[in-house]
Structure formats: C-alpha cells, structure tokens
C-alpha cells in the first residue's frame, strides 16, 4: 500500500485510496482540465475540493505541494520508478499524464513537440490574458470605472489570441487535427470559461470564431468532459 505520509498536504485532506492519484483542485478552467484528462485516461483519482472562500490555496498543508498557492496540483502515489510524485503547474501535469499513459499526445517526436508548443500557448497566452480580462471585466470594474485601458487591452490581446485559434482549427476538428490531445483539454475550458464564467461571449465577439466555437461545442460533448467539468463537486 503506498505511503503518502511524507506529503504534508494529505494530513489536512486525507487521501480515500492511496493507490489512486491525489487531485487537489476546483472546477476553474485550470482545475478542470485535470479532471479531465484523467477521466479521459480513466485513471484512478481522489478528487479534493480547495475552498478559495476561506483561502485554502494558500494554507502551509497546500502549499507544501504547491509554493505559489494555487489550484491545481496532484499527487501520483505510483510516479517515475514506481515512487510517489507531487506536480503542480497544470501544463506539466497534463504533460505528465499524457506521457505516463502515451496517451492524448502524438508517439512521433513532431507531432509531440508541436502538441508541447500549442499547451504552452495557452499557458503562457490565453490563461494570462484571458484571466486578466476576466479581472477587469467581472471582478474589479468598480475599480477601473474612470478607466477604460485595462480591460481594453486585454480585451483587445484576449480576442487576438482568439483569432489565432480560428485560423488554427481551420479545416482541424481539434487544434492537433484528428487527434484530441492534451494542447485542446488545456486551452477550450478557458474560451468556455470566459463565455460561462465572465459572460463575455458578445464582448469578445465571439460569433465572429465559428472554428472556435465548433470546436468548444465538440469538446463539450464528450463524456469525460462533461464529468471534468464539475470535478471536484460541491459537497
Ligand atoms: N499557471 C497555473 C495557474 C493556476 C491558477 O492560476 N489557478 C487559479 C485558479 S484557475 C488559482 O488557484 N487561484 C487562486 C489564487 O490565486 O489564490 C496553472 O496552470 O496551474
């Protein structure tokens, strides 16, 4: 059985089956991308809720996985030579998992280095940006009220981003071609997310990416995504 006690994190929340990967996570576009993948990969998994509302994130339990405090982070009790491995940063999560199980990434170099190149493009583009619209928009507009440049600029590099995930699906069904992979868990939650979550699908001008939105809808379909979504539940 293996022991997870060495993780500071798993006295605060306690693993269910330590054989099973441990997620620590919300469902936010970063979080839900890990549940995801792994109900994708129909790997094992204790899903653990983070409560922002009481700052969890940042508690010393959590933060002994994760040192900049965030959402989300896991534990693989069976990691690189059978020992137990703790990961945080979800691209390298979700590049982790993809080669434990060489799944949801292309076998041949090529394919594997552009897939790399598309997740850091979300991690470095579209989740910065994206995010920082979504703060000048939704959450802090009281405190840009006499200031339009904020959010406009980030509105402006968000829809830019979003063009060149238009032309990218151009003729793809996902960003990879036929091959759904880690670079589209990675990067449609926040497109989804800034429709749902900020309500900014008219100010992004979302109709004008019909790839974008063709593409959002088939990820949306699939069973593993409509279970990611809401991982880790509400309790
Ligand atoms: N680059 C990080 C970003 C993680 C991130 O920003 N997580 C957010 C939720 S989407 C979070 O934990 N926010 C809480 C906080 O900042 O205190 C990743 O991809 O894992």
Redesign the pocket.
């Not at 936010?28 to 979080?31: S, Y």
């Not at 900049?68 to 982070?73: C, T």
């Given at each position: 059985m293996s022991d997870l006690s060495s993780f500071p994190i798993t006295k605060r929340w306690p693993p269910k089956n330590p054989e099973a990967i441990q997620l620590y996570s919300?469902p936010?576009?970063?979080?839900v991308?890990i549940a995801i993948a792994l109900e994708e990969l129909g790997l094992a998994y204790d899903a653990h809720r983070?409560d922002?509302s009481t700052?969890e994130?940042?508690s010393p339990e959590f933060v002994s996985l994760?040192p900049?405090?965030?959402?989300?982070?896991i534990i693989d009790p069976n990691g690189p030579d059978g020992k137990p491995i703790g990961l945080?940063?979800?691209?390298?999560?979700l590049v982790y998992l993809a080669e434990k199980t060489g799944k949801l990434i292309p076998a041949d170099a090529h394919g594997r280095y552009e897939t790399l190149a598309w997740v850091m493009f979300q991690?470095g583009g579209i989740?910065?940006m994206f995010?920082q619209f979504g703060h000048f928009f939704k959450f802090a507009a009281d405190k840009v009220a006499n200031n339009s440049y904020p959010m406009e600029r980030y509105r402006d590099e968000s829809q830019r981003l979003l063009s060149i995930l238009e032309a990218r699906l151009e003729g793809r069904s996902w960003l990879m071609g036929e091959d759904y992979t880690i670079a589209d868990i990675?990067t449609f939650p926040w497109v989804e997310g800034a429709r749902k979550f900020y309500g900014a699908a008219d100010v992004l001008d979302y109709a004008s990416f019909p790839n974008v939105l063709g593409w959002v809808d088939r990820a949306l379909a699939r069973p593993a995504v409509k279970i990611g979504m809401d991982v880790p539940a509400k309790p």
């Open positions: 919300l936010t576009p970063n979080g991308k983070i922002f700052n994130q940042k994760n900049n405090g965030r959402i989300p982070a945080f940063e979800s691209g390298a999560i991690m989740g910065p995010g990675t």
